[in-house]
């Protein structure tokens, strides 16, 4: 069989296996297990694991703030409240969303940092680590941070699809800027949580924190396609880079010693994080990151197909492709 004929082949059985594998992969083409994305997946950077701060519970970083804990399993808390103090590193076994109303130094994620802007929403999840460095000069922090633990929402219908909102898996530098209207709307979500945290604890607690919780993701969902339209420095002509992307991978040797590219590999050639990346590719074609990947292949095995005489039919048949399965192809 001549080169072309090779290339046709194996494009054909990239098409194959890439059809199996969207049965067990998400929109953004991150393989999940029982639900739950891996966090060797969620975060492409991993942290200098030492000098950090570990908070597993609520009240661990309530007191760190000085804060009330009113609730073992979610709080807002008051930064205001917070000693000064110097940036830190911190790891979070707790679902955490900063709102801070001051800039106080470049935060770090994984290895990169970011110029934590006034009005800004960061959003983290369990096991993620957050920090920076500002030369050793104390500050006070200002600001509220909404904490709950997965455990809060457990066997309710927000813990049953909390990895829908991406926003917790994507990095500092896109993180959420809000209007002054927009805060508002944060400030009086808060504000319901707060409410409820320091009425008496009853059989309605729980529910109505957890739906005033959900309100919030809700809003921010609203608020982040908002800004997948205005903000244009981090999206201008990231679709036509990821075009130009996938034409020179497909024409390159990669597919035959790299396989299908991930959506984790094109947002990384991109400077975006995955969940990022596939979002802001859903709201610009109406497709996820890895439709669009797998369309890009079937166009290419198409044309190479259109070029090479019978070998479209023959590679189209059953028998044909369980042989080149089995042979390794």
């Known amino acids: 069989m001549n080169t072309a004929k090779l290339h046709a082949v194996f494009y054909f059985r990239l098409i194959w296996i890439t059809v199996l594998a969207t049965i067990i992969t998400d929109d953004h083409g991150i393989v999940q297990k029982n639900g739950v994305q891996p966090l060797s997946l969620i975060k492409a950077n991993k942290p200098d694991m030492d ?13 760190f703030n000085n804060n009330e804990t009113l609730h073992p399993l979610v709080n807002v808390v008051d930064l205001s409240k917070a000693s000064p103090r110097t940036q830190g590193r911190y790891r ?46 104390q500050f006070q922090p200002k600001g509220k941070v909404l904490v709950f633990h997965p455990d809060l929402i457990r066997g309710t219908a927000l813990g049953k699809h909390i990895h829908d909102y991406t926003f917790f898996s994507y990095d500092v ?15 009086d979500c808060f504000g319901k949580i707060e409410f409820e945290l320091q009425h008496a604890i009853d059989k309605h607690s729980k529910t109505l924190i957890v ?30 880079h990821f075009e130009a992307m996938l034409n020179g991978y497909f024409q390159s040797e990669k597919p035959q010693t790299l396989g299908l590219p991930s959506v984790g590999y094109c947002a990384d050639e991109l400077n975006l994080s995955a969940n990022y990346f596939g979002d802001l590719i859903k709201k610009e074609t109406g497709k996820s990151a890895q439709e669009y990947i797998q369309a890009k292949l079937i166009d290419t095995a198409m044309n190479l197909a259109l070029n090479i005489h019978n070998i479209l039919p023959v590679c189209l048949s059953n028998a044909w492709a369980k042989h080149l399965w089995n042979t390794g192809w």
């Open 51 to 63: 000098n950090f701060i570990n908070f597993d519970t609520i009240n661990q970083y309530s007191a």
């Open 92 to 137: 979070f076994g707790f679902y955490t969303v900063f709102l801070k109303d001051i800039k106080c130094g470049d935060l770090r994620y994984g290895c990169n940092y970011y110029d934590y802007e006034e009005g800004t929403l960061i959003f983290v999840a369990p096991g993620q680590m957050l920090g920076g460095d500002n030369g050793g000069e």
């Open 173 to 187: 530098h896109e993180a959420l800027h809000l209007s002054e209207a927009e805060r508002k709307v944060i400030f």
């Open 211 to 240: 739906s005033n919780i959900e309100l919030f993701l809700n809003y921010c969902n609203r608020f982040y396609d908002r800004q997948f339209i205005t903000r244009e420095i981090p999206h201008k002509g990231v679709l036509e």
